[in-house]
């Protein structure tokens, strides 16, 4: 059956009307959406063209915010270099022309090309593909390189990966008797498809999406497109599709991959197949977002601001890392290196050796054993570059592992348990690591979840329990593997100080966790900021009771202990543990984190005097990560009473930005004369600059960055140990380098704050939690501040209700039995005690917080449960 | 200038007509009672009595609205006289007096159509959806008002939200009574978010839209004192302040909204003087926030409340301590 190309109706929401067009190309008409016209109306020429190609079973009205958004960003108030957005109705599809006949990819990667044709496409083109829009748009690429000037993709693939079946729903599908009638006679498969966004898409959108497949005959294509999936070698378009994949690996065009990880059709492997043939493709993951990614994400204003700074002209946004122009600091297992021949303790694991005594492993161990594990690393395939994913709990195997996986230029993914089974799968899924080295719980997870790797245990394990979690060695098996490579006069790869060397995941306090990547002379350069700031170097002593500080003991040159207890688990860390520790390292340095404090306090009846005069050598504590209440850190004074007790703030993303002391805390809390509040986190420690980037009337940090005192902003950081960047999140690497220039790497923390007149840096809250009222901006940490004072030191949160611009504000206390409206009585103090009106005082039992600190605040969840409640609803409990 | 208050034997009015008094302006009131408005000259008379409106009017420069039909229970074609009716015919016939500026006293209710308001601006009326007999034929009044702005008759619309104070015989009086007698729920949780008007600043509101009818007109301005507080929080609070109990008794929400209509609808069958205890509107009132943006009223008449909530509430005390 044949019928004609034709225009949607008007007013499918989101679609303005005006752009679409019918061109006829290949011998058949197709619909278009194009706002050339628009573009031309208004006397405005395009730097290029974003060419847009839909998957099955949608149609064009998928690209409607891009070309609504490049229209709007061309012809708008603070016009933007302007792109012309096409986006095509493939044949068969949508309000293209229906002929009758079945198009396989070679017919579509041609029929595009004559379509182009026709325009008189000039160059340059950037394409987008989603789903199987996704080949063709690429077969068009890699056809068309003279135009060619960028890609863009939205979960796609170019080639089965091997040893994988075809995605579940796509091979119930093509199973015979099901294809008809799952894709044509019922719109099973098209409602299936729509069904996938989440949240839902509304009736109303969905209907658009409905629109052009209103019965069989229309939904030919479809049927068609789904037939002409390559599901096996013999298939007929398999081999256009490897033409295409193969070209893909040689464009040297910049690349977008936009990913929506819950997709059942395309997968992790999909993902990493892209990357390999793309390995330079900037990447962005939207964690929650799945196959319609385009649905679910603010994909447009990312593409537009892609393309506006990879292709535009002029763009001065390919930032060099600044440190290549200072003279790198020595690698950071030198000092290892260096005392290879020693036999004094490098590393001491409590606990770790036979019944229970401590482990004690010498300089010259931790240096062939890190030597061995990187020869064998090596022997075992592993490449620079490559990722290798530790789920080890902190011990001497895990200082080990990891520096040799460093040592050979491997990228190591760090990844806390404390986010919890799904929040470190989603980490570890998203960074693909190459390996996993793990414990067996570790390995345990990693098989039964499904993430990706190789396997390598830390103990050797049955040959039954290796085959079922599919390990290939044991640390044991890399041992002998590089002792026999070194045997052999091999060398190991030098990775420069430019690669990358380790990803970092953050808490996920705010969000999913986000992996930070460190080059090597980044965090030689961490290394040097720790030694020079706290005085460690060779032969201090150090209690490592805080992972990623405990980490850099050998790169420091320093004894490190680990005490006994689960290091993953701080709030169990006791007193005698800590001091048993202390004394076997005969340490001076204390690493604990904020979570652990408590617990040592409370514990510390049991200390037995030997225990107690250990804790009088410690001269250093240093605890970061969260705030620590004043009186918690006076308590924790009165047990090491020869130390100087350090708050350092800083973020995975720059470990150690300031610096203050219990000292330094007690004067800051009577000179704050200019009553802004906040926490202050102390100065700037030597190399770090720390500037403010002011709020404006809407709360956003536009303004220019400034030291002036008193002004409040988001907080931007720079120091050489700061990160390189996010992994694979495109988007929010490029905020949290909008202050970044050419001379000067910055971070952008999404902490809000001021310095004050000292130079001390004063903490106010997170940018997503800046209030704007009727009568200003108003930032939360000072009130609660004031608020727990007044209330004996009961938690407190400030939130706000109501939309933004005329917020009003709401405290909410911890306590109570039930949660909702606070009594008269301490409503009356609460308020008296904040310097600003506010609408109302709740109480909750317990206030949210996050898993790895148990101190930061969940404001969000606090502010959606304050506002269901000052709703009149039924709100239940935060 | 010489000013018309209608209604000045209300709360509200007479407090409006006393301080044109004291800013020295020439008042005039009309309303069926005596205002009781020092230096005021009473016209007795009832808005939708077309002759004693034309008397009232006649020689005013200015006319502040406010004789409504104010009640949660009673006929509709009641509320429409007065509301819709007497609106006209005071327009109309200040109109033709010569009269250039209007002051139009209307309610939020007249754009709520009963689910939450959570910082709003001011809506448009909507009688269709306004909820009751009252916010119906109050937002009919407003359109009218608004539709008679023209060039040298400027018309504005004022809709000040829940006005209390000492004397008020309407919120607070209501709320008193019903606490000592045992009929004042707290519906739902009591936490439902709600803008009240502390009475000197609804009056000084009015007063500056007066004073800039001419650059404002045309347009509707709900007026709080833009400190939304819990609806429980504020009638435990003015229950304090007059000396009687706080509400006691809790009625989830949606069964109070039940109750409410089936009350209302057996009062319209045996009508009586006192009001039904409860009606959906008062119970709407109680359970869903409604709180309103005062950003833009506050700019375009310059006028900010200088009396906050716990000033009022420590005024009411005093003011109750020395009646006692």
Same mark, same amino acid.
Do not use: C, M
């Given at each position: 059956m044949q019928v004609a190309a034709s225009v949607p109706p008007s007013g499918l929401p989101g679609l303005p009307d005006g752009h679409s067009r019918i061109v006829r190309a290949a011998g058949a008409e197709w619909h278009l959406l194009d706002n050339g016209t628009a573009l031309d109306a208004a006397g405005v020429t395009p730097i290029g063209t974003l060419l847009c190609v839909h998957g099955n079973p949608t149609w064009s009205y998928l690209w409607r915010r891009l070309i609504t958004g490049a229209t709007e960003a061309a012809l708008g108030e603070d016009p933007r270099p302007a792109w012309r957005v096409v986006a095509v109705d493939q044949l068969e599809m949508g309000y293209s022309a229906r002929t009758g006949r079945m198009r396989r990819l070679e017919d579509r990667v041609a029929e595009l090309g004559a379509l182009t044709d026709e325009l008189g496409l000039a160059g340059p083109v950037v394409t987008v593909g989603h789903d199987w829009g996704g080949p063709v748009s690429l077969g068009w690429a890699v056809d068309h390189p003279d135009l060619l000037a960028g890609v863009v993709l939205l979960n796609t693939a170019v080639h089965q990966p091997e040893g994988r079946p075809v995605p579940m729903p796509l091979r119930a599908a093509l199973a015979p008797g099901v294809l008809d009638l799952a894709t044509q006679s019922t719109p099973a498969f098209l409602e299936t498809t729509l069904s996938l966004a989440r949240p839902a898409l509304s009736p109303e959108v969905r209907d658009a999406f409905r629109a052009p497949y209103a019965n069989p005959d229309r939904r030919r294509g479809i049927h068609d497109f789904v037939a002409d999936i390559p599901a096996s070698s013999e298939h007929a378009s398999t081999p256009e599709l490897d033409r295409i994949a193969a070209g893909v690996a040689s464009l040297a065009v910049p690349a977008l991959v936009l990913w929506g990880p819950r997709d059942p059709v395309f997968g992790e492997a999909h993902l990493r197949d892209l990357l390999e043939r793309m390995p330079h493709a900037d990447v962005h993951r939207a964690e929650g977002a799945g196959h319609l990614i385009a649905e679910e994400t603010e994909y447009a204003a990312i593409v537009l601001d892609w393309v506006g700074e990879t292709l535009a002209p002029a763009s001065d946004s390919d930032m060099s890392p600044a440190d290549g122009r200072e003279a790198p600091s020595e690698p950071i297992w030198a000092p290892m290196e260096r005392n290879a021949r020693r036999d004094a303790p490098a590393l001491i694991d409590m606990g770790a050796g036979a019944d229970g005594a401590p482990r004690v492993i010498r300089w010259?161990?931790?240096?062939?054993?890190?030597?061995?594990?990187?020869?064998?690393?090596?022997?075992?395939?592993?490449?620079?570059?490559?990722?290798?994913?530790?789920?080890?709990?902190?011990?001497?195997? /895990?200082?080990?592992?990891?520096?040799?996986?460093?040592?050979?230029?491997?990228?190591?993914?760090?990844?806390?348990?404390?986010?919890?089974?799904?929040?470190?799968?989603?980490?570890?899924?998203?960074?693909?690591?190459?390996?996993?080295?793990?414990?067996?719980?570790?390995?345990?997870?990693?098989?039964?979840?499904?993430?990706?790797? #190789?396997?390598?245990?830390?103990? $050797?394990?049955?040959?039954?329990?290796?085959?079922?979690?599919?390990?290939?060695?044991?640390?044991?098996?890399?041992?002998?593997?590089?002792?026999?490579?070194?045997?052999?006069?091999?060398?190991?790869?030098?990775?420069?100080?430019?690669?990358? &060397? &380790?990803?970092?995941?953050?808490?996920?306090?705010?969000?999913?966790?986000?992996?930070?990547?460190?080059?090597?002379?980044?965090?030689?350069?961490?290394?040097?900021?720790?030694?020079?700031?706290?005085?460690?170097?060779?032969?201090?002593?150090?209690?490592?009771?805080?992972?990623?500080?405990?980490?850099?003991?050998?790169?420091?040159?320093?004894?490190?202990?680990?005490?006994?207890?689960?290091?993953?688990?701080?709030?169990?860390?006791?007193?005698?543990? @800590?001091?048993?520790?202390?004394?076997?390292?005969?340490? $001076?340095?204390?690493?604990?984190?904020?979570?652990?404090?408590?617990?040592?306090?409370?514990?510390?009846?049991?200390?037995?005097?030997?225990?107690?005069?250990?804790?009088?050598r410690i001269r250093t504590v240093l605890s970061a990560g969260a705030p620590v209440p004043v009186h918690l850190l006076e308590q924790v004074g009165e047990l090491v009473p020869n130390a100087t007790l350090h708050t350092p703030y800083g973020m995975t993303e720059g470990l150690l930005m300031t610096d203050i002391t219990l000292e330094g805390i007690r004067d800051a809390a009577t000179t704050d004369t200019d009553g802004t509040g906040g926490v202050c986190v102390g100065s700037p420690i030597d190399g770090v600059d720390v500037r403010i980037g002011?709020?404006?009337?809407?709360?956003?940090?536009?303004?220019?960055?400034?030291?002036?005192?008193?002004?409040?902003?988001?907080?931007?950081?720079?120091?050489?140990?700061?990160?390189?960047?996010?992994?694979?999140?495109?988007?929010?690497?490029?905020?949290?380098?909008?202050?970044?220039?050419?001379?000067?790497?910055?971070?952008?923390?999404?902490?809000?704050?001021?310095?004050?007149?000292?130079? #001390?840096?004063? @903490?106010?809250?997170?940018?997503?939690?800046?209030?704007?009222?009727?009568?200003?901006?108003? $930032?939360?940490?000072?009130?609660?501040?004031?608020?727990?004072?007044?209330?004996?030191? #009961?938690?407190?949160?400030?939130?706000?209700?109501?939309?933004?611009?005329?917020?009003? /504000?709401?405290?909410?206390?911890?306590?109570?039995?039930?949660?909702?409206?606070?009594?008269?009585?301490?409503?009356?103090?609460?308020?008296?005690?904040?310097?600003?009106?506010?609408?109302?005082?709740?109480?909750?039992?317990?206030?949210?917080?996050?898993?790895?600190?148990?101190?930061?605040?969940?404001?969000?969840?606090l502010a959606h449960w304050a506002d269901a409640l000052l709703r009149g609803e039924r709100a239940g409990r935060p | 200038m010489r000013v018309l208050v209608t209604g000045a034997s209300g709360y509200l009015g007479g407090a409006v007509a006393g301080e044109l008094i004291r800013r020295g302006h020439d008042v005039r009131t009309l309303q069926r009672r005596p205002s009781r408005v020092d230096g005021a000259l009473d016209v007795l008379g009832d808005v939708t009595d077309a002759a004693r409106v034309r008397t009232a009017v006649a020689g005013m420069d200015a006319v502040v609205h406010l004789a409504a039909k104010v009640s949660l229970a009673g006929a509709p074609a009641e509320f429409d006289a007065v509301n819709v009716e007497g609106t006209r015919t005071l327009l109309d016939e200040a109109r033709r007096a010569g009269v250039t500026r209007v002051v139009h006293v209307s309610s939020p209710s007249v754009a709520h159509a009963g689910t939450s308001l959570v910082g709003d601006g001011t809506g448009r009326a909507d009688p269709d959806r306004a909820r009751g007999d009252y916010a119906r034929t109050k937002a009919l009044g407003e359109l009218l008002a608004l539709e008679s702005d023209a060039p040298g008759f400027a018309v504005v619309a004022i809709r000040p939200h829940l006005v209390w104070g000492p004397g008020d015989p309407q919120l607070v009086g209501r709320i008193v009574e019903r606490a000592r007698t045992r009929r004042l729920p707290v519906i739902g949780n009591g936490a439902a978010l709600i803008d009240t008007t502390y009475i000197d600043n609804a009056v000084a509101a009015i007063v500056a839209a007066l004073d800039r009818a001419e650059r404002v007109h045309g347009r509707a301005y709900v007026v709080t004192n833009g400190e939304p507080r819990p609806v429980g929080e504020l009638l435990a609070g003015i229950c304090r302040a007059c000396g009687v109990p706080a509400p006691a008794w809790r009625v989830p929400a949606g069964a109070a909204r039940g109750a409410g209509a089936a009350v209302e609808a057996l009062w319209r069958l045996r009508p009586g003087r006192d009001e039904p205890p409860m009606t959906r509107f008062l119970a709407e009132q109680l359970s869903t926030a409604h709180w309103f943006d005062q950003r833009r009223v506050r700019e375009d008449l310059d006028w900010a409340p200088t009396i906050t909530i716990d000033e009022g509430l420590a005024r009411l005390a005093a003011w109750t301590a020395a009646r006692n």
């Open positions: 010259a161990t931790l240096a062939q054993r890190v030597d061995e594990l990187a020869h064998g690393l090596v022997a075992a395939g592993v490449r620079p570059g490559d990722r290798v994913s530790l789920l080890v709990p902190p011990s001497a195997d /895990l200082t080990a592992v990891l520096y040799a996986a460093v040592r050979v230029g491997a990228v190591v993914v760090v990844a806390d348990a404390g986010l919890g089974v799904r929040g470190l799968g989603r980490a570890i899924r998203g960074a693909h690591p190459d390996v996993i080295v793990g414990a067996l719980p570790g390995l345990v997870a990693a098989r039964a979840l499904g993430w990706p790797g #190789r396997r390598i245990s830390v103990a $050797t394990l049955s040959r039954t329990l290796a085959r079922s979690l599919a390990v290939e060695h044991s640390l044991g098996d890399l041992r002998r593997l590089g002792q026999a490579r070194i045997a052999g006069g091999s060398g190991l790869p030098d990775p420069e100080p430019t690669d990358a &060397a &380790a990803i970092l995941f953050t808490s996920g306090s705010t969000g999913p966790a986000k992996g930070v990547r460190y080059t090597h002379g980044q965090l030689s350069a961490l290394r040097d900021a720790l030694a020079r700031h706290y005085d460690l170097g060779p032969d201090t002593g150090i209690v490592a009771g805080f992972a990623p500080f405990a980490l850099l003991g050998p790169a420091l040159g320093a004894r490190s202990v680990i005490p006994l207890g689960d290091v993953t688990a701080p709030r169990t860390l006791t007193a005698s543990a @800590v001091a048993d520790a202390a004394e076997a390292a005969d340490a $001076t340095v204390l690493f604990l984190s904020p979570a652990a404090l408590a617990n040592v306090v409370a514990t510390a009846d049991a200390l037995r005097p030997s225990q107690r005069a250990a804790l009088t002011p709020l404006d009337d809407d709360g956003q940090p536009t303004g220019r960055l400034t030291t002036d005192p008193g002004v409040t902003g988001e907080i931007v950081v720079s120091a050489r140990h700061l990160r390189d960047g996010y992994d694979r999140l495109w988007a929010v690497d490029r905020l949290a380098k909008a202050h970044a220039t050419l001379e000067v790497r910055r971070h952008s923390t999404g902490d809000v704050g001021h310095l004050d007149a000292e130079g #001390r840096l004063w @903490v106010e809250g997170r940018l997503q939690h800046v209030l704007v009222t009727a009568d200003g901006v108003v $930032t939360p940490v000072g009130i609660e501040q004031r608020i727990e004072t007044a209330t004996g030191g #009961r938690r407190a949160a400030l939130v706000g209700v109501g939309p933004r611009g005329t917020q009003a /504000l709401v405290a909410i206390v911890e306590g109570g039995r039930t949660p909702g409206l606070a009594d008269s009585d301490l409503a009356a103090s609460v308020r008296a005690a904040a310097s600003r009106p506010l609408a109302a005082v709740l109480t909750t039992p317990a206030l949210p917080t996050d898993i790895r600190h148990n101190s930061k605040i969940d404001r969000t969840a | -």
